[in-house]
């Protein structure tokens, strides 16, 4: 029992040996078969990583607070499908590299409709990344500055899920926009990425500015995107 034990140790199999150490306590190490036995430790295993694994994802994608789509509230008049948000849970628009773009008044809920498909794609083993758009571009204008750029823009564009919060606040610099086209252009077609503003749509093209690079940014974006258009008084309000 001491040797089982310590190698489950020094393996790291920390599922397992939890796993082990219950059944002890409840005396099941005696009445199960190898095989049944054998089967619990290696599926307590797997939960373990599988848990340890999302909880990385999660850290890694720096989310501004924790939601789910299952604290999702539905509502004709908020102009949230259930339907549309079932579909998009089972995270078929990640493996085809399709956008979600998400719009609506200040407080109607996109950043915690956008976090939670995050947290969605990090439980399906999805990397995701989470940022602010304005602290975002700040991030890319330092990294160049320290010739780091290119890292940076790698990681971006490796991740399955990007996530752009707080879009369209102020009108996009000539190098903010050229930024923006390389982003999307890397992903493009590979990779999602989830866009959230205040703005409809139909305003993005002039807050990117130019009109060669928005027409760019915005025929990779919007054609081949899942649309979200939020309604009705701010939930804040309600709180």
């Keep these: ?39 619990l430790l ?33 509502d004709v008049s908020r102009g949230l499908n259930k339907d549309q948000i ?9 493996n085809h590299g399709e956008p979600v773009l998400i719009t609506g008044a200040t407080g109607c809920g996109k950043s915690f409709l956008a976090t939670a498909l995050g947290y969605q794609g990090c439980a399906q083993d999805k990397k995701v990344l989470y940022f602010n758009t304005q602290k975002l571009f700040i991030r890319s204008k330092l990294a160049r500055a320290e010739g780091t750029h290119i890292k940076l823009f790698d990681r971006i564009a490796k991740a399955d899920l990007l996530i752009m919060d707080d879009f369209g606040l102020q009108q996009l610099d000539n190098r903010q926009q050229q930024d923006f086209m390389e982003i999307i252009e890397d992903r493009h077609a590979r990779k999602s ?43 804040r309000k309600k709180m």
């Design 1 to 39: 029992m001491e040797q089982i034990e310590t190698l489950m140790q020094q393996l790291r199999l920390t599922g397992m040996k939890n796993s082990w150490d219950s059944m002890q306590q409840t005396r099941q190490v005696h009445e199960l078969s190898l095989l049944d036995g054998l089967s």
């Design 86 to 94: 079932t579909q998009l849970a089972t995270g078929q628009y990640l």
């Design 193 to 235: 990425t989830i866009i959230v503003s205040q703005l409809p749509v139909g305003a993005w093209h002039q807050i990117i500015g130019e009109e060669t690079i928005a027409d760019a940014i915005l025929d990779r974006l919007v054609h081949s995107s899942h649309r979200i258009e939020l309604t009705g008084e701010s939930l």
């Design 42 to 74: 290696l599926q307590a295993e797997k939960e373990s990583k599988d848990n340890s694994r999302f909880h990385r994802l999660v850290t890694n994608a720096r989310f501004r607070y924790q939601a789910s789509i299952e604290e999702l509230k539905y």
